[in-house]
């Protein structure tokens, strides 16, 4: 399982010290922060530096931590037809267990032959560091083909003209049957030929 080593100069790790161990202890936090390198995929992305608003309610569990809330920001893209450029409002709810590491080490042994494990968070000397998960929640909140609009029509493929745009309604090309291409393509030597035959 890989595991940073939570950085308590990092805004996304929290002191949880004042949770104590004691099921029911809560607090809420709630911050603007900056979004981190890869907050996102290769097609939809919250950029970096951008803001990352997060509403939490931080709960002691027996397992450890629970974290829950919600994660808003804005993501930008291109839409997957047209690639007009886009922005999209990111709203997800995230819960998740960050586990004391004696309880993650029980789960440890209890996954040791699963062949897909669980990802594990854990409570880190007293800190959590909320990076990871919020970053999993986000990427699976984009989607995954964005589109400009409800059947965008995207752009051709002859040409790249966008056939959304109202002049390009009968956009069209004239296709040549391929097996006529290469005669085609001898223009007036093959009409030459054709009229000789002809005589």
Known sequence: MDHRTPDPRDPFVLDVHDLGRSPGSMRTFEATLEAPAGFGTDIVTVPQGSSVHLDLRLEAVMEGVYVSGLVTADAVGECARCLTELE?????????????????????????????????????????????????????????????????????????????????????????????????????????AADGSAR
């Open 88 to 192: 999209i409002d990111v709203d997800v709810d995230v819960a998740e267990l960050f586990v004391y590491p004696e309880r993650a080490a029980a789960a440890a042994e209890e996954q040791a032959e699963d062949e897909n494990p669980d990802e594990v968070y854990l409570v880190d000397n007293e800190l959590i560091d909320l990076e990871p998960p919020l970053r999993d929640a986000v990427v699976m909140a984009l989607p995954f083909s964005p589109l400009c609009r409800p059947g965008c029509k995207g752009l051709c493929s002859e040409c790249g003209a966008d056939l959304n745009e109202p002049e390009n309604a009968d956009h069209s090309h004239e296709i040549l049957d391929p097996r006529w291409k290469a005669l085609a393509a001898l223009g007036g030597d093959a009409d030459d």
